[in-house]
């Protein structure tokens, strides 16, 4: 008894000692999170200077229905318990239950260091989508004013109500953006937004590019068009706007719905900065770019912080990924989302069973944590969910009773943190690398796998080759021999 009372009491001094350190941090102005530099590149660091691992879970209390103060205590207490020290809250912009949510952990969890994922894109349920070639919703668009301004006064209002929290690390601005393509009926469509002011901001890119030169651009794209009216996307796709992968001109669509993107993503995160320059900022990124379209050597150039990569596929596709986003970037990369399920899904991992599910979590986040550019994993999610396309990716049940995938990733987690400085100082190897140019970063898609099946090899050989972008090596072609 006196033993464990002691070990209590120990437990209870180490959260009281967070505590203090997280609360003394808020004093200061600090974030409880930051990087610092090593050997030329970012490393994440906590409250105390030291560099550390985040290993954390995707917590969405209203899809789960847990409003009440009672119920986020609960499932709080469960997510601390299971060694979790990040929580990427879900709340769909609702600021009442994330106010509840961050004070209750403040309160009882001061060890919990949040992401705060919300969508100023998403200020009204009247924001109007782009649109395809069938007149269906695919985006919003980007480029038009309205949604700019609105989303930046959503944001900062929105940030300036919570930016009080100590226990906030990071603002998590868009996650699921479909800028590129998606998949219908075997075929790839254009995600480019099919509007008026969509067509005539894409006319003036284009224009804008290849210097008001038509001859050129149709030489390059092998297109016909007799002048610079006729050139927008429902000319150049007549058929109904589906993309063969081979098309010489799907790269500067490509290109510019991501311009555009990046357009509305540097005023918003400009503007969050400026009434709160101590929180970062980020942005989650699917890991297939083909329907994501967001360029990853952007994101830090857009005024954002660090990259953050959803990694369901645990492929080399994600390997690959996620290596050239922390290069391209030079900061460490979060891995924001990933999961496992036993219902069966195409193209998303699934286990037979939840002795099965736990085992491969178990070797999931070990898989994550080997990757010396990723700096932490969000496992999605706490609980099982409403939505018949992710039913049971939680670790606890609809009736609040942890699965065995909860112990799995508990213990895990305890062993991932107990090595987290070693895991955040270690080195980026690259005395190998990859030359990654703008024709790959939107590629088509024979393309680019071919860099991915080509950094999947040399992985496999014990080779671990880091990422440069062309525009790096233009500025600085000694880079090859100095990182």
């Not at 460490?332 to 990933?338: A, D, M």
């Not at 002795?355 to 999605?380: E, P, T």
Request: aromatic share 14%.
């Amino acid at each position: 008894m006196v033993i464990y009372e002691f070990g209590a009491w120990l437990i209870i001094l180490f959260l009281l000692a967070h505590a203090i350190l997280i609360a003394d941090a808020a004093s200061q102005g600090k974030s409880p999170l930051h990087f610092s530099e090593l050997e030329g590149r970012h490393v994440l660091t906590d409250v105390r200077d030291c560099p550390t691992y985040a290993a954390g879970i995707v917590y969405d209390p209203l899809e789960c229905g847990h409003t009440e103060l009672f119920d986020i205590d609960n499932d709080l207490k469960l997510i601390s318990e299971a060694h979790f020290n990040l929580v990427r809250l879900k709340t769909g912009n609702n600021l009442e239950v994330t106010e509840k949510v961050l004070a209750t952990a403040a309160k009882y969890y001061p060890e919990l260091i949040f992401i705060v994922s919300f969508k100023p894109y998403q200020y009204s349920t009247d924001v109007q989508s782009g649109k395809d070639f069938q007149g269906k919703n695919v985006s919003y668009d980007w480029s038009n004013p309205a949604l700019i301004f609105n989303s930046t006064i959503f944001a900062t209002d929105f940030v300036s109500k919570l930016k009080h929290h100590s226990n906030v690390w990071a603002w998590e601005i868009f996650e699921d953006i479909s800028l590129a393509e998606y998949i219908k009926g075997g075929n790839y469509y254009n995600g480019y937004w099919n509007t008026a002011s969509g067509r005539e901001a894409f006319r003036q890119w284009m224009y804008k590019k290849y210097h008001g030169n038509l001859s050129r651009m149709n030489s390059e794209l092998q297109l016909w068009f007799l002048n610079w009216n006729e050139v927008e996307n429902e000319a150049i796709y007549p058929s109904g706007g589906i993309i063969s992968c081979g098309d010489p001109w799907r790269r500067d669509f490509i290109e510019f719905s991501a311009v555009n993107f990046g357009l509305w993503v540097s005023p918003i995160s400009s503007a969050i900065r400026e009434i709160d320059p101590e929180h970062m900022i980020t942005g989650s990124v699917g890991d297939n770019p083909y329907i994501s379209g967001v360029p990853i050597d952007k994101i830090c150039e857009w005024g954002l912080d660090f990259p953050s990569l959803k990694g369901y596929n645990a492929d080399a596709n994600t390997l690959f990924l996620s290596t050239a986003a922390a290069d391209l970037n030079n900061r460490p990369v979060l891995i924001s989302e990933w999961g496992i399920q036993t219902a069966f899904r195409e193209q998303i991992h699934y286990a037979e069973d939840e002795q099965k599910k736990a085992d491969l979590i178990s070797a999931q986040a070990l898989w994550f944590a080997s990757n010396a550019r990723v700096m932490g994993y969000c496992y999605f999610s706490l609980y099982d969910s409403k939505n018949l396309n992710a039913p049971d990716f939680g670790i606890v049940d609809v009736y609040g009773n942890p699965k065995g995938s909860y112990y799995a990733i508990k213990e895990k987690n305890a062993l991932i943190l107990q090595i987290g400085k070693q895991l955040a100082e270690r080195s980026w190897e690259n005395k190998t690398a990859i030359i990654l140019t703008s024709d790959a970063i939107y590629p088509p898609r024979p393309w680019d796998q071919e860099f991915v099946n080509l950094y999947d090899e040399l992985y496999r050989m014990g080779v671990r080759p880091c990422i440069i972008g062309e525009h790096e090596l233009a500025k600085s072609p000694e880079c090859i021999s100095t990182r």
